[in-house]
């Protein structure tokens, strides 16, 4: 079975302080993790992706996501947070058939000027 | 290269009515998969279409159906409507494999009273 966890509902940063969202997954067969982001009343825009090779994957818009089986983790984080990056993030997995993406509740990130 | 489109982009109904949701896929994607997304939650998968056959089925009733047509647009129809199925209807369309990404669309929000 799959599932993701996200760790903390809301998190708010200063501006130019380091992002941090936090995602665990649990999957029966290798994973495959997303990084989502979804503005206000819009769809969801892919950030990031890990399939196989290079653990430390780079995204759009400065974030990057490090995969770790050890800790089954696949955390977000961007070096310098900017007032545009407030917005829900989502991790998802993909289950092991087909493409069926499994997303976790959602963080909130707020950007404190 | 013209993305994911839905249609209408927001609805109101009543109990127990009817609803068709449509998308269109991003050209050259074989594969359609609808979303629920219920405010402050990530979107839950609710099926998946390829090649016009239905490719797995979320926890979600039969009153929940759809359909994908030649061209790889597809309909959600949800029957007899339930107040909790007021929430962000979203579509994604990818190519088959798992590793592939799902491109979003921007999503039909449905209200019902």
């Known amino acids: 079975a799959q599932s993701v966890t996200q760790l903390g509902s809301h998190v708010s940063v200063s501006e130019g302080a380091l992002v941090l969202l936090r995602c665990n997954y649990s999957?029966?067969?290798?994973?495959?993790l997303f990084w989502y982001v979804q503005y206000p009343n819009q769809g969801l825009q892919l950030l990031l992706k890990y399939t196989t090779g290079a653990t430390l994957v780079k995204g759009i818009n400065g974030f990057e996501a490090e995969f770790k089986k050890s800790e089954t983790s696949f955390h977000l984080t961007k070096p310098s947070a900017h007032m545009s990056d407030a917005a829900e993030y989502f991790c998802?997995?993909?289950?092991?058939?087909?493409?069926?993406?499994?997303f976790g509740t959602g963080t909130s990130l707020t950007v404190i000027p | 290269e013209t993305g994911v489109t839905q249609s209408p982009t927001h609805l109101i109904k009543t109990r127990g009515q009817q609803v068709t949701l449509r998308c269109s896929s991003q050209s050259g994607h074989n594969t359609v998969s609808w979303y629920q997304q219920a405010l402050g939650q990530g979107p839950q998968f609710i099926f998946q279409y390829y090649r016009e056959e239905e490719n797995g089925r979320g926890n979600f009733p039969p009153r929940f159906s759809g359909l994908q047509f030649p061209n790889y647009s597809s309909e959600l129809n949800v029957n007899a409507l339930e107040l909790d199925d007021s929430a962000l209807y979203l579509c994604?369309?990818?190519?088959?494999?798992?590793?592939?990404?799902?491109?979003f669309g921007p999503g039909t929000r449905l209200l019902v009273l």
């Open positions: 998802a997995v993909s289950r092991n058939t087909g493409n069926q993406f499994y």
């Open positions: 994604a369309s990818s190519p088959r494999s798992r590793e592939e990404t799902q491109y």
């Open positions: 999957s029966s067969v290798p994973p495959y």
